[in-house]
């Protein structure tokens, strides 16, 4: 059999992307992928099905996608991603999760960039309307976003 991990971080990560960050009053959507694959704590936009997503950007956001660590990992899928037609569960309120895409505050406000990254930079972004950064951040880590 082939060793899946063979070193170990000396610590705990705070948190991964998609995980929830905890029980504070939240609503969870169930979509399904239209097409592509999505990483966990991405954002999802409405797709062309009165169920689908998409990860294009677009004012029409349902928010953020919650990690599921039972899926596997296959040739069309690989570690941490939905792929295509897979059911999405998609945190569109609540606290969830994500990488910052750039050095983040807490209380400034979510935008995505056309790549999916999530960033505090509103010039040539689309706006995650309510959502907002919970934590101080460098690019890169991980962060929770909140929409209450």
């Known amino acids: 059999m082939a060793v899946l991990q063979s070193t170990f971080a000396e610590d705990i990560p705070v948190g991964y992307p998609g995980m929830e960050a905890d029980g504070e ?30 990860t294009t950007p677009s004012a029409n956001l349902l928010g953020f996608t919650i990690a599921n660590k039972t899926l596997p990992v296959t040739a069309d899928r690989a570690a941490d991603t939905y792929a295509a037609k897979d059911s999405l569960r998609v945190k569109n309120r609540g606290k969830i999760w994500v990488l910052a895409g750039a050095a983040v505050a807490d209380r400034d406000p979510v935008f995505v960039t056309a790549a999916g990254a999530i960033t505090n930079v509103s010039t040539g972004n689309t706006a995650a309307t309510g959502w907002e950064f919970d934590d101080t951040a460098a690019s890169g880590a991980p962060v929770r976003i909140v929409r209450r």
């Open 25 to 54: 009053l939240s609503n969870i959507l169930t979509r399904v992928l239209e097409s592509g694959t999505v990483g966990f704590g991405k954002a999802v936009y409405q797709g062309t099905n009165d169920r689908g997503a998409v």
